[in-house]
C-alpha cells in the first residue's frame, strides 16, 4: 500500500515539472530564436522481489535462484529524466530592421552515431571574454559602435573579433559579408555544433559549449546564409503544447484520484479493520 503512495506521488511530479516545461515554451511563443524543449519521462529501475521462505509465497515454476524464490517485479514509478531543445529552424518574421539578421539552415551534416543534425549559431562574447551562442538575431549597436544583442554581449566576426560599425546603415550578404560605405568590415562569425544536444542552456537564447565550438565558415557539408530585416521566430507550436500541456494535467490528475483512493483505503484499514471490540 506505502510503496503505491510513492508510485503515485512520483507521476504527480514528473507531470508537473513537464506542465511547467510546456508553459514555459508557451510563454515564449514570440520570443525570437526561442527553442521549445522536449521532455523524457523515464521509470525507474525494477525492483526484483524474492521470497525468504518459498513455502508461504508462491513461487515462479518453483524456480530456486540463491536459495530464493522468485515472486515478480515491482515498478517503482516515473521520472523525468531530462528537457532537450528542440533546434528545428523556425519561421522568419520580417522587421525592416537593418540590425535584425536571420541565420538560415542550410545543409548540415548528420551524426552517424546519434543521427541528430547539426546546428549553426551566431557567436558572441559576453563580458568575462565568454564565448556564447544563439539563433536571435536581435541585434543593436551600443554607445561604442559595436554590434551587440540584447544583454549587451558582443557579436563576433569569422575571427573572433568584436564588430565595430560606425551606425546602423550597413547591408549584409547571404555570406555574412557586411558592407558599410562599400567598405567589406567584416563577415558575420558563425558557429557549429556536430551535437547540439550536448549544450548548455543559458536561458535568454543563449548556449554554451565546454569547448568553443568551430567556425562554420569553412567546414566542410556546413551549410548557411543570412538574412537582413528579418529574426528567426520561435519554434514552438503553440497548438500542440496547448494540447500536451492539457494531456499532462489530465495525468497528474489520474494520479491525484488514485492517491485520494490510497488515503481512503488506509483511513478505512485504520479505523474500521484495526478496530477491537470491547
Known amino acids: 500500500m506505502f510503496r ?21 515554451n508557451i510563454a515564449n511563443a514570440n520570443t525570437p530564436g526561442f527553442k521549445a524543449e522536449q521532455s523524457s519521462i523515464r521509470s ?50 520580417e522587421t525592416g530592421m537593418t540590425t535584425d539578421i536571420a541565420l538560415l539552415d542550410g545543409s548540415l551534416p548528420i551524426d552517424a552515431e546519434t543521427g541528430e543534425q547539426g546546428a549553426v549559431f551566431f557567436r558572441l562574447e559576453n563580458e568575462n571574454g565568454n564565448e556564447l551562442y544563439t539563433k536571435n538575431g536581435n541585434f543593436t549597436i551600443d554607445a561604442a559602435g559595436y554590434l551587440t544583442n540584447p544583454m549587451g554581449y558582443y557579436v563576433l566576426d569569422t575571427n573572433g573579433q568584436r564588430i565595430q560599425l560606425q551606425n ?68 514552438v507550436d503553440a497548438a500542440k503544447s496547448m494540447t500536451d500541456m492539457l494531456a499532462a ?18 483511513e478505512k484499514a485504520v479505523n474500521e479493520i484495526g478496530r477491537v471490540n470491547g
Open 4 to 24: 503505491g503512495f510513492y508510485t503515485v506521488g512520483s507521476g504527480m511530479i514528473a507531470q508537473q515539472r513537464r506542465t511547467e516545461m510546456l508553459a514555459n
Open 249 to 266: 494535467y489530465r495525468a497528474f490528475e489520474a494520479n491525484q484520484k488514485i492517491l485520494q483512493a490510497y488515503d481512503r483505503s488506509m
Open 168 to 235: 546602423d546603415d550597413f547591408s549584409i550578404s547571404d555570406a555574412g559579408d557586411i558592407m558599410q560605405n562599400g567598405t567589406a568590415v567584416a563577415t558575420l562569425g558563425v558557429s557549429f555544433a556536430e551535437q547540439p544536444g550536448a549544450l548548455l542552456k543559458q536561458g535568454n537564447g543563449l548556449f554554451t559549449s565546454d569547448a568553443n565550438l568551430p567556425e562554420a565558415q569553412n567546414l566542410a557539408g556546413v551549410g548557411y546564409s543570412f538574412q537582413q530585416g528579418f529574426l528567426e521566430g520561435s519554434n
Open 44 to 93: 525507474f529501475p525494477e525492483m526484483f522481489m524474492s521470497s525468504l521462505n518459498a513455502q508461504r509465497i508462491p513461487t515462479q515454476k518453483g524456480i530456486q535462484l540463491n536459495g530464493l524464490s522468485p515472486v515478480g517485479e515491482l515498478s517503482t514509478g516515473v521520472y523525468m529524466q531530462e528537457t532537450m531543445p528542440l533546434f528545428t529552424q523556425g519561421s522568419l518574421r
